[in-house]
């Protein structure tokens, strides 16, 4: 069982919005920061938002990140296939003092 | 151009041992902490440990299942962080990633990732 808990699946059309849960705790999402990562099967992730909200440079404004007391969200507008993937959220643990991640969540661009 | 690369990953027995290592070029590596996370067969991310810049003193820590087995080290005049694994049992079968949290400051954000190095625990 994952620290921070994020849906298994998620599944939007083309040109849709979708948006992945991230739920935890104070200790971590309630005090810290949270990143996002894209993982394609066979890669590394690749790092798609920090600080809750701060895309790297090259990442697309199609992806967004929020954070509101004990949970994150990530939001993708514009769905392409090119999106299907897995999603994962991590931040810092205070009382673990480790960092977490997320269960993953699979996108699924129908 | 920033790049890590693992290497090092192999079979072993369990209660075994094996030293990865993490190779870091195009940028100073001295300022950065280096993460592992690793990833079983189909399964989700799993943070391993990191070790903290010079900065931050190298200080280490580790997800509780690893403590005591694992040690994460760095050599600075060969750029290279290294995972030492013991005691190794069948649950630690995955492939490891080495990650970097670039400046070390805040909560940690993985801006670039080695390819992986894959560890097979098996008799």
């Known amino acids: 069982q994952s620290v921070l808990t994020q849906p298994p699946s998620v599944s939007a059309a083309p040109g849709q919005k979708v948006t992945i849960s991230c739920s935890g705790s104070?200790?971590?999402?309630?005090?810290?920061?949270v990143s996002w990562y894209q993982q394609l099967p066979g890669t590394a992730p690749k790092l798609l938002i920090y600080?809750?909200?701060k895309r790297p440079s090259g990442i697309p404004d199609r992806f967004s990140g929020s954070k509101s007391g004990t949970s994150a969200t990530l939001g993708i507008t514009g769905l392409q296939t090119g999106d299907e993937a897995d999603y994962y959220c991590?931040?810092?643990?205070?009382?673990?003092?480790?960092?977490?991640f997320g269960g993953g969540t699979k996108l699924t661009v129908l | 151009e920033v790049q890590l690369v693992e290497s090092g990953g192999g079979l072993v027995q369990p209660g075994g041992s094996l030293k990865l290592s993490c190779a870091a070029s195009g940028f100073i590596f001295s300022d950065s902490a280096i993460h592992w996370v690793r990833q079983a067969s189909g399964k989700g991310l799993e943070w391993v440990g990191r070790i903290r810049s010079k900065a931050n003193s190298y200080a280490t820590e580790y997800v509780a299942s690893v403590e005591g087995r694992f040690t994460i080290s760095r050599d600075e005049s060969k750029n290279t962080a290294y995972l030492q694994l013991n005691s190794l049992r069948t649950e630690d079968t995955a492939v490891y990633f080495c990650?970097?949290?670039?400046?070390?400051?805040?909560?940690?954000?993985?801006?670039?990732w080695g390819q992986g190095t894959l560890v097979t625990v098996s008799s």
């Open positions: 600080d809750n909200n």
């Open positions: 990650a970097r949290h670039y400046l070390d400051y805040g909560d940690p954000a993985f801006d670039f």
């Open positions: 104070s200790s971590n999402i309630g005090n810290h920061y």
């Open positions: 991590v931040t810092w643990d205070s009382s673990l003092s480790a960092g977490v």
